[in-house]
């Protein structure tokens, strides 16, 4: 009897639920966890289904763990962990995990090498069975270094530039094309990007696809670059913008950018979408309040397949496409003084 008076209940074990169920304690294992190549009774199953049940029975993870020799358990890393689209991705990442009985452990990092390598280090000093990788630069150690190691890994939003890789993304060259296509379909000549940082895969492929399409079209394009992927980082970049003769019409590289756009603008006292029309990228709750056009992109089916793609790898299924392209779609809203259509890019 403890302190307060109450007896403390001892742990089921799986001894005591083969002697409820009448059955050896390894049918109680082979039941419960569904062991292939061991076919059970479907009344000897029920009968140690309920015993567990009645018993409070709770399988031992450590034990399960040391059978599979995994952990069961997926680190993941992700640059800002208050992103509202990263949280998206995290969403469908965790449920997904969850739902093939892993566990998610999330890191944020500040997308800084040093602050991420500490925290690959500790992840498998646990040893998580394998990282989702949701960081943005291109010139990226960690990636290296666990392509070295052969330790599994997926890359979220995001590629690296070796076809062995597994990552989950959408094609930005032909988004952000899009972008451009349906400013120009309005009659805007003289538009300008405000590009994330190009040292990032994301920033990189979406200036490349804004800068091929004006190109095609023969309109006037300025670029101005945002030092990080933040509202004030847009802010910041597109003052530059309203300095002179401003543009009609701006693509932020991601909606946070473009909202920093859309406060300089204020600022400059013009108006959107009468003096400058404006689109985002991402599709962001914060997007649909400001009632900014974008390009929606699928979060958490981003962050479900990421982690299917992950487990898969772990549990040596076939994996049939090392690089899942995820379709975008142009969400029109009065930013751009359209309407709330959805039309495919990819």
């Known amino acids: 009897m403890g302190q307060d008076g109450r007896h403390r209940r001892a742990r089921s074990t799986i001894v005591d639920v083969a002697k409820a169920a009448r059955v050896h304690p390894s049918t109680v294992s082979r039941a419960l966890n569904a062991q292939p190549g061991h ?9 140690v289904a309920a ?20 952990t069961l358990t997926l680190g993941m890393l992700v640059p800002d962990i208050a992103n509202s689209f990263l949280a998206g991705i995290i969403k469908g990442a965790e449920e997904a995990a969850h739902e093939r009985g892993y566990t998610l452990v999330l890191c944020n990092t500040g997308d800084l090498p040093e602050r991420e390598a500490t925290y690959i280090r500790v992840l498998r000093e646990r ?10 630069r291109m010139a990226d150690a960690t990636i290296a270094s666990l392509r070295a190691d052969r330790f599994p890994f997926v890359l979220v939003n995001r590629s690296a530039g070796s076809r062995d890789d597994l990552v989950v993304t959408v094609d930005n060259v032909a988004a952000a094309a899009a972008v451009v296509d349906h400013l ?12 994330g940082p190009r040292s990032t895969t994301t920033g990189d492929e979406r200036a490349r696809g804004v800068i091929e399409a004006a190109r095609r079209h023969g309109v006037d394009l300025k670029i101005v670059d945002a030092e990080s992927w933040s509202e004030p980082g847009g802010y910041r970049a597109a003052r530059q913008l309203f300095l002179g003769e401003p543009p009609s019409a701006a693509f932020g590289a991601n909606d946070l950018l473009a909202l920093g756009v859309l406060r300089a603008a204020r600022e400059a ?12 990228f991402n599709d962001t709750p914060e997007a649909a309040l400001a009632d900014l056009t974008t390009v929606h992109v699928a979060q958490e089916e981003m962050g479900a397949r990421a982690a299917g793609l992950l487990i898969a790898r772990l549990e040596g299924q076939p994996i049939a496409q090392r690089t899942v392209v995820l379709p975008a779609a142009l969400v029109v809203r009065g930013s751009t003084a359209g309407g709330a259509v959805g039309r495919r890019i990819a």
Do not use: M, Q
């Open 184 to 195: 120009v379909s309005l009659g805007h000549t003289r538009i300008a990007h405000v590009a």
């Open 51 to 70: 015993a567990a049940a009645r018993l409070g029975y709770r399988p031992s993870a450590l034990a399960r763990s040391l059978r599979l020799r995994r």
């Open 39 to 47: 076919a059970l009774r479907p009344e000897t199953r029920a009968r």
């Open 127 to 136: 040893e998580v069975d394998g990282v989702l990788v949701a960081s943005t």
């Open 269 to 280: 006292k013009l108006a959107v979408p009468d003096d400058l029309a404006l689109v985002g």
